[in-house]
């Protein structure tokens, strides 16, 4: 069921892309605020508290949903797991916005290009070069397949139904939108959001990390993994770049010169720097990680069968 339910999403997903901020990230953006200002006195309890009715019972809501439906029909339960999975991950999420960058960098657009990168991970793009420009497209490919595709499929696979991939989302969003405040404030309220959604990003990291180095250069990737995510200011977030990097050979990271101003960002990955033939190389290593899962799913379900 989880390999048929991957296939349909990709199939509808081509056909009809959703329009991520509006119809997911904007709610669930709202419904996390409204907790937070309904239970966000300051004190760690109150965030454990939060995090459990804006988290769990939203799973646990969906998870009933989820088993009376295969009581009537495995059917009309797999049609919910399609709806889930469609909602929460997704290429079209990034490849949208990657793919026009790298359009506008073939035909020397460099303009476009800027403005297209500033759309789309909303950051100053002043006077960044060609080689600047695909870094970052690379880097937030790389970050978003896992966030919108990799991680979300390890979870629909390990908990049932489709409560796995609504529990990474909303986890995910909710932590970015209740640590969005001033850190210098003595507020204790959303360190747990953090903290557990590290624990539920543990292993869906190391499984993206994995997958980038079987279907890359292992031995480069491997070895970037081991020994630069440290320097990266998100070190969960750079296993998966320095891991991907290190596959493609390429050069990520670096300082970075825009407006005037440099920004101190560690190497991640070996060999030559990027370019916009990267970029195409960084689409292949994605596809050729999603066909990994791909097929170990179906061994997965072949075994399960035989069983």
Excluded at 21 to 43: C, H, K, T, V, Y
Excluded at 149 to 161: C, K, M, S, T
Excluded at 194 to 210: E, H
Aim: charged share 15%; proline share 5%.
């Amino acid at each position: 069921m989880s390999l048929l339910s991957l296939i349909a999403v990709f199939l509808i997903e081509q056909l009809q892309p959703l329009n991520y901020r509006r119809a997911i990230a904007e709610p669930l953006g709202a419904w996390a605020d409204f907790i937070e200002s309904s239970f966000n006195a300051g004190a760690w309890r109150h965030g454990v508290i939060a995090w459990c009715i804006a988290v769990l019972g939203p799973v646990l809501v969906l998870g009933a949903i989820y088993a009376g439906l295969y009581a009537l029909s495995p059917i009309l339960a797999w049609v919910l797991n399609v709806g889930v999975l469609y909602l929460t991950m997704g290429f079209r999420q990034f490849s949208h916005h990657y793919t026009e960058i790298q359009l506008a960098l073939r035909l020397g657009d460099l303009e476009r290009a800027r403005q297209l990168l500033a759309e789309w991970q909303g950051r100053s793009t002043y006077d960044l070069g060609s080689e600047d420009i695909a870094r970052l497209s690379i880097e937030g490919a790389l970050a978003a397949s896992h966030r919108h595709v990799f991680a979300v499929l390890l979870w629909f696979i390990l908990l049932p139904g489709p409560c796995g991939a609504l529990l990474y989302r909303i986890s995910a969003i909710v932590r970015d939108r209740w640590n969005a405040g001033d850190a210098a404030l003595p507020n204790q309220f959303p360190v747990f959001s953090r903290k557990v959604f590290g624990i539920i990003d543990w292993l869906p990291l190391r499984v993206t990390a994995s997958a980038f180095a079987i279907v890359g250069d292992f031995e480069d990737a491997v070895y970037c993994w081991r020994t630069q995510p440290a320097q990266w200011p998100d070190r969960d977030l750079g296993i998966v770049l320095s891991s991907g990097a290190g596959a493609l050979g390429v050069q990520l990271g670096r300082p970075l010169v825009d407006g005037g101003e440099v920004s101190d960002r560690a190497e991640l990955g070996l060999g030559d720097p990027p370019d916009v033939d990267f970029m195409q190389s960084a689409v292949g290593l994605v596809w050729r990680a999603t066909v990994l899962w791909m097929l170990l799913l179906f061994l997965l379900g072949l075994a399960s069968q035989v069983g």
